[in-house]
């Protein structure tokens, strides 16, 4: 561990703003690069089925 | 040789082998991502020594620079797909190159945004328009006219030879990003790792660093097969093999 306690990680020598809203910027990024994708797939593949559903239905 | 090229053309070509074959990928990129991301970020926040010159906020560099490479490197991507896609006409290559852009875009924004953060404590200025800074903001621009594009036209066949053809010709940019910071007067300072070089940092500064590369590239991986998946679902809803895989059990 480079810092000595926690109030000197969260504080970074007075970077501490910079250093964290990058960080939370990219990782915000980072999550809705993965979440809105696979809400996407899994919204894809329920319209399908039903899609499918219907018309297995309709063909009865 | 002949029989194995042809045996290959065909898979790459066929929406139901990429996902199949994606599906399986899928949980190693998750793993992959998780893992190193992990790693790279409890190392670079927590454990790699502060630059004696910078101070803490060099650890922006963990982001900024994955960040900034995986930008020019999924552009490459994508112009290699369309030019793919162009000649050799396998349309998978075309849900691929469509997949890359949000991601592309996602990192040319990070590296844009982190690096007007650490250029605040360290040049002074969040913003200066030079060779750099404008050429990165040309490449995001590139992307969301890619994205656009895609969105303006129809049908899908012109779509995907129109952003083939403009991912092609602003591969310009790269070269233009890569030399920007030798070729005219700049605040950015040269890349600080080669690969053909020994890095002339610690290890505990470069490894975390490593990390970071890799694990945000898993992460691409795993954004980009999510989203392909779910386009190879749409473009054949038609097909035999999407009814079958959807059937309600």
């Known amino acids: 561990m480079y810092f000595d306690s926690l109030s000197d990680f969260i504080n970074m020598g007075g970077h501490g703003l910079y250093v964290w809203s990058s960080y939370a910027l990219t990782l915000a990024l980072m999550a809705a690069s993965i979440l809105l994708p696979w809400l996407n797939l899994k919204r894809t593949r329920k319209q399908l089925r039903r899609q499918f559903a219907r018309e297995a239905a309709n063909a009865e | ?249």
Request: with cysteine; net charge positive.
């Open chain 2, 1 to 249: 040789m002949w029989n194995w090229l042809k045996t290959l053309y065909h898979r790459l070509g066929s929406p139901k082998w990429f996902y199949q074959i994606t599906g399986k990928w899928l949980p190693w990129f998750v793993a992959a991502s998780l893992v190193l991301l992990t790693t790279g970020l409890v190392m670079g926040l927590a454990y790699a020594p502060m630059d004696y010159q910078q101070g803490n906020s060099f650890r922006i560099m963990y982001i900024h620079v994955p960040a900034a490479f995986l930008a020019q490197s999924v552009y490459m991507m994508m112009a290699a797909a369309g030019v793919v896609m162009l000649v050799w006409k396998i349309k998978m290559a075309d849900v691929v190159a469509q997949a890359l852009a949000p991601v592309g875009a996602a990192m040319t924004f990070i590296s844009l945004v982190t690096g007007a953060i650490w250029g605040m404590p360290t040049w002074g200025t969040w913003w200066m328009w030079d060779a750099r800074l404008t050429s990165m903001l040309i490449l995001f621009f590139l992307y969301l006219g890619v994205i656009a594009l895609r969105e303006a036209l129809s049908p899908q066949e012109v779509a995907a030879k129109a952003c083939a053809l403009l991912a092609i010709v602003g591969v310009i940019n790269i070269p233009i990003i890569k030399y920007s910071v030798d070729w005219w007067y700049t605040l950015h300072q040269p890349a600080s790792i080669k690969l053909t070089e020994k890095p002339a940092m610690p290890a505990s500064m470069y490894l975390p660093l490593l990390f970071m590369v890799l694990g945000f590239y898993a992460l691409l991986g795993w954004s980009v097969l999510l989203r392909a998946r779910a386009e190879v679902l749409r473009r054949e809803a038609k097909s035999g093999w999407v009814r079958e895989l959807l059937k309600d059990k």
